[in-house]
């Protein structure tokens, strides 16, 4: 059993407004049965703190194109994206690059 972790999320760029405008979020996420990921956490947001549109937010089991996705600052690309293993006050931002013209 994977114990529960504390992380920071956060949301700019837009992103923010499928989140009732809460930029910031400092959540525990529970036990489960293995270790807590990237891909697990994105359900996880889709189900407690998503509040609309998700299609804006996630497409299929990741992050819609065009949102960058930042672990401790560095581009989860150079972290394993969806199978990185999350730790104990790690800080995850998403930053939404699309906007409207």
């Known amino acids: 059993m994977a114990n529960s ?3 920071s ?3 700019s760029g837009g992103a923010e407004l499928l989140f009732d405008m809460v930029k910031k979020h400092d959540v525990s996420l529970p036990e489960i049965s293995q270790p807590w ?4 956490l994105l359900v996880w947001i889709k189900d407690h ?3 609309e549109r998700p299609e804006l937010f996630v497409q299929g089991d990741t992050v819609r194109p065009g949102i960058l996705v930042l672990i401790n600052d560095v581009d989860w690309e150079l972290m394993g994206e969806l199978e990185y293993k999350l730790e104990e006050n790690d800080r995850i ?7 409207g013209g």
């Open 5 to 7: 972790v504390n992380i």
């Open 9 to 11: 999320l956060e949301f």
């Open 37 to 40: 990921t990237i891909k697990s």
């Open 49 to 51: 703190l998503l509040k």
């Open 93 to 99: 931002v998403f930053i939404s690059t699309l906007h």
